[in-house]
């Protein structure tokens, strides 16, 4: 059985950083390629960055590219989301997603078959 299981979020002031990590069991994360997605309250669930099974690969939001950094660690099989700078706009549960295909691309989140049950950042102003 596939799980994914995100850890990391929290309360955080504006300007601060957090790094997220998203850890797998029942697949290996060197075949996938995984994402990570925020869902502001009440809105989409939105792209954040991806990154592929080799992890030198990887993609971003555009708006995000600078502050924050997908990384993986393929022994560790966890993948990892460094955010610095943080602003309020960044409160928002954040999840992990894995899909079959090991290429990092910004894809629908329709294209992703495994998620997390995700993380709550918060950023105070």
């Known amino acids: 059985q596939v799980q994914l299981v995100e850890s990391g979020g929290g309360l955080v002031q504006a300007g601060g950083s957090l790094r997220l990590s998203c850890a797998a069991s029942g697949l290996t994360f060197s075949s996938y390629g995984v994402g990570w997605f925020r869902q502001h309250l009440g809105k989409e669930r939105e792209f954040v960055a991806a990154i592929g099974g080799s992890g030198i690969n990887t993609s971003y939001e555009d708006s995000l590219k600078g502050r924050f950094t997908i990384s993986k660690d393929n022994a560790k099989n966890t993948v990892y989301l460094q955010m610095n700078s943080l602003k309020p706009d960044d409160t928002a549960v954040y999840y992990c997603?894995?899909?079959?295909?090991?290429?990092?691309?910004?894809?629908?989140?329709?294209?992703?078959?495994?998620w997390g049950q995700g993380t709550q950042v918060t950023v105070s102003s």
């Open positions: 997603a894995a899909r079959h295909s090991a290429v990092a691309a910004r894809v629908s989140r329709y294209e992703y078959a495994y």
